[in-house]
């Protein structure tokens, strides 16, 4: 019934997910409300996107909630900078190589599906 569960990309994104919030556990408590929501949001903003595409009828939809699901990784990964360039965390090796086959992922689906997005990709 719910196919997006089958969708390796959605899974990684899962795994994603669980990789951040283990993360903003050690933020310091003055950015558990700003940075911290922030990460929150972004994160689980890619998987929820990537499903809510799945369920949509035309390839232009699934396109477009793929494209956002791109955008919040990339928002993702700006926040997670900056946490690190303020020495909150340090990004590991394991959630940038998460992150770059999600955006592969994601590249790879929105030329299938939407003809109206770039065909480069941006996260290498």
Request: hydrophobic share 45%; aromatic share 10%; charged share 25%.
């Amino acid at each position: 019934m719910f196919g997006y569960k089958k969708l390796i990309v959605w899974q990684k994104a899962m795994d994603l997910v669980e990789k951040v919030y283990a993360l903003i556990k050690i933020l310091p408590v003055e950015e558990r409300y700003a940075l911290a929501e922030q990460l929150r949001r972004s994160v689980i903003s890619v998987p929820s996107n990537i499903a809510e595409g799945a369920g949509r009828a035309a390839d232009k939809e699934y396109a477009h909630f793929l494209a956002i699901a791109r955008g919040s990784l990339y928002e993702l990964l700006s926040q997670l900078e900056a946490a690190e360039r303020l020495g909150y965390l340090t990004i590991g090796e394991d959630i940038e190589t998460l992150a770059r086959e999600i955006a592969r992922m994601l590249g790879a689906m929105l030329r299938k599906y939407g003809t109206i997005y770039s065909t480069t990709t941006h996260y290498n």
